[in-house]
């Protein structure tokens, strides 16, 4: 006989047997993976380290899925024992994390993408409008990449991830994604109205804002959990 709290909890399937349903142009990614690591997130007695943890983790599962499209071309290795076929990547890839919380996704995404360019982009929501304020942008004028995939944990208003997606579009990117790990229903709509071409990939679609506009019932505040500044 157990006496564990877990075992004595009733079991049951916690993702749909699709790991993806579509909804205009958002993907959320149902995973039990996935709502495990969320759901610490979501608790505030998670310690900045277990945030960050999980922050990490949550973008490896994410990614994984949001680039299975990516193009690649066929190429020949060496095994120790024979000669086989393989596959290389054929475009070139963008990671565009969003300062500050975006930095808590970028070194597993470039763990799996150690080939892609990182750029970064400087935005924060004032307090008082909640519209994104840009504080830095070192895009280049020219030579887009081919697929630019936008690393922002939180899609709250949209305002940041439409800023991020429009700066995109000024250099010139033809595919754009937008990766966010939890997002309110009106932000999902604004940006995939505005933005219909771009793929927006998200763990969570929360019910509202509050009047502050932060995602109910949300985590939080994901930058300051992340770096302590709560
Ligand atoms: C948060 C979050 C997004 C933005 C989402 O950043 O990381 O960038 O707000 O809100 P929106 O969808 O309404 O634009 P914040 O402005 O708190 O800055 P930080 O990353 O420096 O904490």
Do not use: C
Not at 26 to 47: A, C, E, F, G
């Amino acid at each position: 006989m157990s006496g564990s709290t877990a075992e004595k909890k009733k079991s049951r399937p916690i993702a749909s047997s699709s790991n993806e349903t579509q909804v205009g142009g958002v993907t959320v990614i149902d995973h039990p993976l996935i709502q495990v690591h969320l759901t610490r997130m979501r608790n505030k007695t998670t310690q900045p380290s277990l945030f960050r943890a999980s922050v990490k983790r949550l973008a490896t599962l994410m990614v994984y899925e949001a680039t299975k499209d990516l193009d690649g071309y066929e190429t020949t290795v060496e095994t120790p024992l024979t000669e086989t076929t393989g596959v290389e990547l054929s475009q070139r890839v963008g990671l565009v994390p969003i300062l500050r919380a975006g930095l808590g996704m970028i070194d597993p995404v470039l763990d799996l993408l150690p080939m892609a360019e990182v750029w970064h982009l400087g935005l924060y929501r004032d307090e008082e409008t909640a519209q994104p304020v840009r504080y830095y942008d070192k895009l280049p004028p020219q030579n887009p990449v081919d697929v630019a995939i936008i690393l922002d944990p939180m899609l709250a208003t949209g305002g940041s991830a439409m800023a991020a997606l429009m700066t995109l579009r000024e250099w010139g990117v033809k595919q754009a994604k937008v990766v966010s790990l939890i997002a309110s229903q009106e932000g999902v709509d604004a940006v995939s109205s505005q933005f219909p071409e771009a793929q927006i990939f998200v763990a969570q679609v929360d019910p509202t804002l509050n009047d502050r506009k932060f995602i109910v019932p949300g985590l939080g505040d994901a930058g300051d959990r992340i770096f302590n500044t709560v």
